[in-house]
Structure formats: C-alpha cells, structure tokens
C-alpha cells in the first residue's frame, strides 16, 4: 500500500485529483434529476478538465513565460544554452485552456437558457416530470 | 488570391454572420442576400480548393503567416480526402438556406436573424472542422458546431425541441469534453498538437507509439467522436434532436453534423494515429467492427419501429453512422473499406439532406408528419415526391444512386478483409431500408386518398367526374432545392468513378507519408 502511495499517488497527485473531480462531476450529470444540478455537475465535470492542462504546463521553480530580449536574441542566432526552458513555466496548455474557459462558459450560457425556457413551457426542472409532460403530449398528437 | 483559398472559405460565412448581426437585426431583407452569398462564395473556393488539390497535391495554409516551429500557428491543411468534404458541406447548406427562404421566420419572424447567424456560424464550424490540421481546433470547432446546433434546434416553436437540445447539449458537452482529454493526453506525451507532427513522432517512436498513455488518449478521443457522430450505445440524444427541431434546421443538421464528426474519426485514424499501427492491432478493428454491425442492425430496427417520417429517417442515420465506422475500422489491405467511407460520407450527406428536404417540404405543404399522413403525396406534389422516391432508392442502394456505389465499395473492402458479419449485417440494412421506402411509396401512391376513393369506381381512376385531385407543389424555393439534391444524388453516382479516385490519391499520398516518415 505504501509503495503504491510512493509511486503511483504521490508523484501524479495532479492526475488523480482531476479525474476524482471528473467522476464527481459525471456521476452528478447521469445520476442527478435536477437539470440545474445536472449543469453543475457538467461544468465540474469540464473544469476538471481545465485543472488536468492547467497542472501539464506547471514546472517546479519555474517562473513565467516572458523571455528577455536579450536572451530571445541570442536564441533565434543558435545559441541553444540562452533560454533555459526548465526556468520557464509552459504557456500552451494555459492559453489552450483559455479557449476551453470561453467554450465551456459559452456552453453554461446556452443551457441555461434552455433551462429557462424549459421551465416557461413546463413549470418545473425536475427532468423526470419534465418527460412525463412531454409523454402527455405525445398522447395529443 | 488563390493562394488564401483555404482560409476564404471559413471567413465567408464568418463575415456573413457578423454583418447579420450588425445589419440584420434592423432590416430582414438583409438577411437572405447575405446568407446566399456567403454560402456561394464558399462553394466556389471549395472547389477551387478541389481543382488545386487534383492539380498540385495537398495545400497548407498557415493562418495569419505565423508558423509551425513557434508552436502557436493555426494549420489548415487540404487534401484529397477532405476537400470534396468541403464541397458538399457548401452545396448541402446551400440547398439548406434556399429551403428555407421564407418560412425560416415566417412562424415568428423576429427570429430571422438569429437563425441565420446560427446557421452561418455552424457552416464555419464545420468548415474549419473539416480543414483545420490541428487537434486542438477541431476541440474547439466541435463545440462551435455544437453550441449553434443546440441553438438551431431549439429555435423551433414546438415544446419537446427545447427538451431535445437540452439532452443533445448534455451528451455533446461529455462527448467533446472526452475528446478534449484525449488531445490533453497527446499534448501530455509529445508536445505538439499538430496533427503532422503527431503523426511523425509517433511514426518515429514506436514505443512511445505503444504506449498505455497513446492507446488511452486514441480510445478517449474515439469515445469522444462517436458520441458526436450518434454511433449506436451513445445516440440517445439524436432521434428526439434531429425530428422536432424545424424542418430549416434538420435540412442542414441531419446531413452534415454526423457526417462531419466521421471525418473526424478518419483523419483522426489517418493521419494521426496512422493505418498501419492500427492495422497492427487487429483485435480492436474486429472489436470496433462488431459494434458497428450492432448500430447497422439497431438502427435498422428501431428504423422499422418508427411510425414518423423524420423519426424513421433519424434512425437511418443512425444505422448510416454504422457503415461508416465499420468501414473505416475493416482494416483490408487495398484500404477499399476506408475509400467506401469517405466516399459514403459525401453520398450520405446529399441523400439525407434530399430526404430531409423532402419530408421537410411534406410537413410544411401537406401536414404530413406521420408515414399515414402521406397517402395521396404522388398526386399531390409529384416532383417533390420524385426527389424522396429517389432520395429513398439512394438510402436503400438502388445504381445508379451514389448509395449504391458506396455500398459497393464497402463491401468489396469488407469481402477483401474477411469481415462476412459485417457484409450480412450491411445487406440486410438495404433490406429493411427497402422494406421502409416502399411501404411509405405503397403509402404514398396507394393510400387511401380522400379525394381519390370517390372515384374508385371508373376505370380510369383519379376521380374523373368526382372532384379532380389537387396538385400543389410546394413552392420554388422548396422545390427546387429537393430537386437538385435528388439530381446531385444521381450525379455523384454516376461520377463515382473519379471521385472514388480522387480520394484514393489522398489516401494513398497520406500512406506515402507514413513510409517516409519511418
């Protein structure tokens, strides 16, 4: 149990700590009736995600990514040992998930405006009373 | 000019919903003129891009000049493979966008606008979908595509489409979401989200190619795709999404969003992944095969279950999504399986989208939203009529509809892989789609007509001296799109030959690729 801690846990906390936060957040989608609380569990689910990109781009000791001019010049001219990279945190993953931020906000937006007409046509969030009106509406057509 | 081509075809629908949104809001009639000749400009650079293609091989085009080795440029790469994509996606949302000239807002006209910025913001999204070279903005193009489907279905006036956009969203959201760990794995091991430089690293890795996180992020991504293409366990959300969404939106959203996430799947195996390492593990082409036969004959199934056109219809893509994913996976040695897919995903798109405009125009001129409900359509509408019977023969494999040459295909790679359930599996789909097509034709031509049964008694028929049958055809701007579908689908049959070859040349240049890349 130890050495599993020592080699599988500790030294990639960052990955089992996203994908708990992912199934809590999965597990509320399928298994909750509320639609809002199944949209909690949706952007739990996604900012488990960003969580996962964010800790790839993390370096111990690192700092941010400005390069000095100086350094950046010496670079494009071939000198290899100019810019040190384990100095510098990477950015993509950071900015990646800049865009994933705007998309998943995005997506927020769009449900609960769905949510919000759901309840104007039906009167409640409760999905399973939701599907038993649209069952009653089936019998009209 | 030329050379802008690939990045032309995305701005135009782009601009084209930015100045909707500018102008549009204020004054209607801006919307239609705009709308058409965004979507003409795009058909013109698809083909362009088509004819560059043919003549000089792939195109790169890096976005705004900044390029790879900075690790930040945005590649749009066009190849055999995916600019005949181009081309139908153009001419489907076309067709799409004259369908639905004026009833677009007729119901509640205030929404003109908006439906029209949508519609253009999903062609961008599967432009760019289908053209881009990087794995992260297919992530972020899939979403672009979802978001505006979910708005395009629930757009519409009825109460059960707002309830299928809000299960569609849920389920796409996971779906692009697993894709997205997909991509973080890649990134996580190789560093780059090019899909070429992926290719050639794990091309010049082999362990690292056989890796558990590799195999990980190839089945996350898998997952993802086949949760937006409805592949057979995970397409709940699309029968509901796709029926009770208005008949503009399912014209252009049934043909293409589907079809689009297969391409994914493709290039994803193509030329990320690479065939050959694929072909290395049998095992998961057998095993990806049988669910595919599994979604052939549930489709199909539940097809014949259906009593409402657009359900029954939304179940055949279902079934469709199984030939496609079960051709791509038969791993034959002359790639004929994988050929017949992209070959059925162009045919598959223009026989949905002639059936989908079709049933389209029944429900709007006729009513008809149940199969008994079209009894009489032949004397009624005959054109519109002929371009469902034709979009109906294609769907079941009649020649020389394009539907018939992709069968073909498929199943000359199926026979040349030893796949026999798959084979089974493909014909007895054409069985049951033939039994559907001519049980509504039976329907549709012999069912009993109110006006027709008075005159049952004469020998001529059609009710001679009782009132005579009315024929009102839907009009021009949905009549003319039906009858252009119908003819491309024909088309497309009859020129199967070269476009068969053409996208051969793809697929064998992207092997090419993988040997040098060794």
């Not at chain 2, 050959?276 to 014949?304: C, K, P, Q, Y």
Request: hydrophobic fraction near 55%; charge should be neutral; include cysteine.
């Amino acid at each position: 149990m130890e050495t599993f801690f020592k080699e599988a846990v500790v030294p990639h906390f960052n990955f089992w700590i996203y994908v708990i936060i992912m199934m809590i957040g999965l597990w509320s989608v399928i298994a909750k009736n509320n639609l809002i609380k199944k949209l909690i569990g949706l952007s739990i689910f996604q900012t488990a995600i960003l969580l996962l990109y964010v800790s790839l781009g993390v370096k111990e000791g690192a700092t941010i990514p400005i390069i000095d001019h100086h350094a950046a010049e010496l670079s494009l001219a071939g000198d290899a040992a100019a810019i040190n990279p384990d100095a510098i945190a990477n950015p993509v993953p950071h900015v990646l998930m800049l865009t994933a931020i705007v998309v998943g906000v995005a997506t927020l937006g769009v449900a609960l405006a769905l949510c919000q007409v759901i309840y104007k046509d039906f009167g409640t969030l409760e999905e399973d009373e939701v599907l038993q009106k649209i069952k009653a509406l089936h019998d009209d057509v | 000019m030329s050379d802008h081509l690939p990045v032309l075809v995305l701005l135009a629908p782009l601009f084209g919903a930015i100045t909707l949104g500018l102008f549009g809001m204020k004054d209607h009639r801006v919307c239609l003129p705009v709308v058409l000749s965004a979507l003409v400009v795009s058909l013109c650079c698809a083909i362009g891009i088509v004819l560059k293609v043919h003549s000089g091989g792939t195109l790169d085009y890096f976005v705004a000049g900044w390029k790879e080795p900075f690790g930040i440029g945005i590649l749009l790469r066009a190849d055999a493979i995916n600019s005949p994509i181009l081309v139908v996606i153009a001419t489907v949302a076309l067709l799409a966008a004259v369908f639905t000239v004026r009833h677009a807002g007729e119901r509640d006209s205030e929404k003109t606008p908006h439906f029209y910025i949508l519609f253009l913001l999903l062609c961008v999204g599967l432009f760019g979908i289908t053209i881009t070279g990087d794995a992260f903005n297919v992530f972020v193009l899939i979403e672009v595509t979802a978001l505006t489907s979910y708005g395009l279905i629930a757009i519409g006036s009825s109460k059960r489409c707002k309830v299928a956009a809000f299960h569609y969203l849920v389920m796409g959201t996971v779906g692009a979401s697993f894709y997205l760990i997909g991509v973080g794995y890649l990134y996580l091991k190789l560093g780059s989200l090019n899909m070429q430089d992926i290719h050639t690293i794990l091309a010049s890795n082999e362990t690292l190619a056989d890796s558990r996180a590799i195999r990980t992020a190839f089945v996350f991504i898998l997952v993802g795709i086949w949760t937006k293409m409805a592949f057979f366990p995970l397409h709940g959300w699309l029968p509901n999404a796709y029926s009770y969404s208005p008949s503009g939106s399912a014209a252009i959203l049934a043909p293409l969003v589907t079809k689009v996430s297969v391409y994914v799947m493709v290039r994803m195996m193509v030329s990320v992944f690479g065939l050959d390492r694929l072909e290395a593990n049998v095992e998961w082409g057998h095993f990806v095969v049988w669910l595919a036969v599994i979604a052939i004959v549930a489709g199909s199934t539940m097809a014949l279950a259906q009593r409402e056109i657009k359900k029954m219809l939304c179940c055949l893509i279902i079934a469709e999504v199984g030939y496609m994913v079960g051709g791509a996976w038969l791993g034959d040695p002359q790639r004929w399986g994988l050929t017949g897919t992209v070959y059925h995903i162009l045919a598959d798109a223009l026989m949905t989208s002639c059936l989908f405009l079709a049933a389209g125009a029944f429900a709007k001129w006729h009513g008809a939203i149940k199969l008994e409900d079209l009894s009489g359509i032949f004397c009624k509408m005959p054109l519109a009529s002929a371009g469902f019977v034709v979009g109906g023969l294609a769907i079941i494999g009649v020649p020389p509809t394009c539907g018939f040459y992709s069968k073909f295909y498929l199943i000359r790679g199926a026979i040349e892989a030893g796949q026999w359930v798959y084979v089974a599996a493909l014909l007895a789909s054409s069985l049951v789609n033939a039994v559907l097509f001519f049980r509504i034709f039976e329907i549709a031509y012999f069912g009993k007509n109110p006006v027709e049964s008075h005159g049952h008694g004469d020998d001529h028929g059609h009710g001679h001296d009782s009132e005579p049958v009315v024929r009102r055809e839907p009009p021009l701007q949905a009549l003319v799109p039906v009858l252009v579908a119908a003819a491309l689908v024909i088309l497309l049959g009859l020129f199967n030959g070269p476009v068969v070859e053409f996208i051969r040349t793809g697929l064998i240049e992207t092997a090419a690729v993988v040997s040098t890349g060794r």
